[in-house]
């Protein structure tokens, strides 16, 4: 019920979305909306933020893992393909689910507390993989807000375009600079870990994928419910 609380504000909004749509996307009694959350929808909403939080923040995971020489700005045009790949193959009607929280709950504190711990949940795994990858741990945390927020930015605006040319534009014109903020000395260490792996086999999943990984091709629509059931927590694998 989470996850297809997610879905649906995405898609529809906050308040276009009511637990009687959640029941029926979920196929779920409900019943089950009343036992599981007393709070209303506010829970369910609030709910249904934090588990984007975390799905954004495994997804940064899987996009290191299927690079072979992990960059900052190939990690950012991972992160952005995600969003060009799904407008795409499914039009425009997607958006992000916090995003969208954020906008139209902006009354309630609970609401806006949960949009904000969603976007740090985010964030945080991509500081520590820009650190990871050479960036000085105290600029790392800033370039991962200016990632996310710049991110967010581009999705909404290809929306009201409805053309993905602002994410292709902020992923053309930041990769170069998020890769500037490597420290010197650091690019030479990440060719001699990429170059073991490539020999050892470890590198393989990476070149297939190109620069931006793989685990791109899995947006965070609907299709993406297999791939979190069991990790996000709270109710989504009770409503299956």
Not at 113 to 135: Q, S
Not at 188 to 209: L, M, R, S, Y
Request: glycine share 14%; hydrophobic share 40%; aromatic share 6%.
């Amino acid at each position: 019920m989470v996850f297809s609380a997610a879905q649906l504000i995405r898609r529809d909004g906050v308040t276009a979305t009511g637990l009687r749509e959640v029941a029926a996307h979920a196929g779920a009694p409900r019943g089950s909306l009343q036992h599981y959350f007393p709070g209303g929808k506010e829970q369910l909403v609030n709910e249904a933020v934090e588990w984007a939080g975390r799905y954004a923040a495994a997804r940064v995971d899987r996009f290191v893992a299927a690079m072979s020489r992990p960059t900052p700005g190939g990690l950012f045009a991972a992160m952005v393909r995600q969003w060009t790949d799904e407008f795409r193959s499914a039009g425009f009607a997607g958006g992000c689910p916090v995003a969208a929280a954020t906008v139209d709950c902006a009354d309630s504190v609970a609401s806006t507390r949960a949009a904000a711990d969603a976007f740090a949940c985010w964030r945080r795994p991509v500081a520590r993989e820009l650190a990871a990858m050479g960036v000085p741990s105290r600029k790392a945390g800033g370039l991962a807000t200016l990632m996310v927020s710049a991110l967010e930015g581009a999705i909404l605006m290809a929306k009201a375009e409805q053309n993905v040319r602002p994410l292709t534009t902020v992923a053309r014109e930041l990769g170069p600079y998020l890769d500037s903020c490597v420290e010197s000395g650091q690019e030479v260490v990440q060719d001699q870990v990429g170059a073991q792996g490539e020999h050892g086999g470890a590198g393989q999943a990476g070149d297939q994928a190109g620069p931006a990984g793989s685990a791109v091709q899995d947006v965070p629509g609907e299709g993406a419910q297999a791939e979190v059931e069991g990790r996000a927590g709270g109710h989504v694998g009770e409503s299956q």
